[in-house]
T-cell receptor, first 116, second 112 residues
Framework: AQSVTQPDIHITVSEGASLELRCNYS??????LFWYVQSPGQGLQLLLK??????LVQGIKGFEAEFKRSQSSFNLRKPSVHWSDAAEYFC??????????????FGGGTRLMVKP | EPEVTQTPSHQVTQMGQEVILRCVPI?????FYWYRQILGQKVEFLVS????????KSEIFDDQFSVERPDGSNFTLKIRSTKLEDSAMYFC??????????FGQGTRLTVV
């Protein structure tokens, strides 16, 4: 069974500082990988996805993530954080080849706070 | 931009009552899903629906739950007899085959 671990429950960064949110997954093959963001009272918005090919993927709002097979990781990065980035971030893995399309398994989330 | 819409945004119900949560997926999508997020916990998969039938369900999705696509646009989740532990945010999502799922804003269900 697949699983996702986000080791950091809370992270606080200063506005303008760089950001890296960690995600480790467990899956028997190369999975589909996703990062979603949830602002307070909002739904889940897709930031970026990895299916295959280039292991560095670009997403919306200036985010990027790098798939590292050897480390089973898919860390999310942003070079300069804005106050509006404060939200909860979820890493998710989707299994390939099943009939359920991309049934997702989510990590526990990382809550990002941004200091002025 | 097309989006998944869910109604209502918040529903309060008494324990033992039936509730129906409604969703309008993105029109050209083929797979439909329900997820839930109990306060302070992970987002959990409940069920996926494809070609007018359940294609996968989790152990959470017991006989108290059912899904339906009653017409060409709506996708519903019914909980027959709600329990206190059903209180959660319920998210509907849709996708085109094995591409990214688009989520709705969620329905917060409170069982009292």
């Amino acid at each position: 069974a697949q699983s996702v671990t986000q080791p950091d429950i809370h992270i606080t960064v200063s506005e303008g500082a760089s950001l890296e949110l960690r995600c480790n997954y467990s899956y028997g093959a190369t999975p589909y990988l996703f990062w979603y963001v949830q602002s307070p009272g909002q739904g889940l918005q897709l930031l970026l996805k990895y299916f295959s090919g280039d292991t560095l993927v670009q997403g919306i709002k200036g985010f990027e993530a790098e798939f590292k097979r050897s480390q089973s990781s898919f860390n999310l990065r942003k070079p300069s954080v804005h106050w509006s980035d404060a939200a909860e971030y979820f890493c998710a893995v989707g299994a390939r080849g099943n009939n359920a399309g991309n049934m997702l398994t989510f990590g526990g989330g990382t809550r990002l706070m941004v200091k002025p | 931009e097309p989006e998944v819409t869910q109604t209502p945004s918040h529903q309060v119900t008494q324990m033992g009552q039936e509730v129906i949560l409604r969703c309008v997926p993105i029109s050209n999508h083929l797979y439909f899903y329900w997820y839930r997020q109990i306060l302070g916990q992970k987002v959990e998969f409940l069920v996926s629906f494809y070609n007018n039938e359940i294609s996968e369900k989790s152990e959470i999705f017991d006989d108290q739950f059912s899904v339906e696509r009653p017409d060409g646009s709506n996708f519903t989740l019914k909980i027959r007899s709600t329990k206190l532990e059903d209180s959660a945010m319920y998210f509907c999502a849709s996708s085109v085959l094995q591409l990214e799922a688009f989520f709705g804003q969620g329905t917060r269900l409170t069982v009292v």
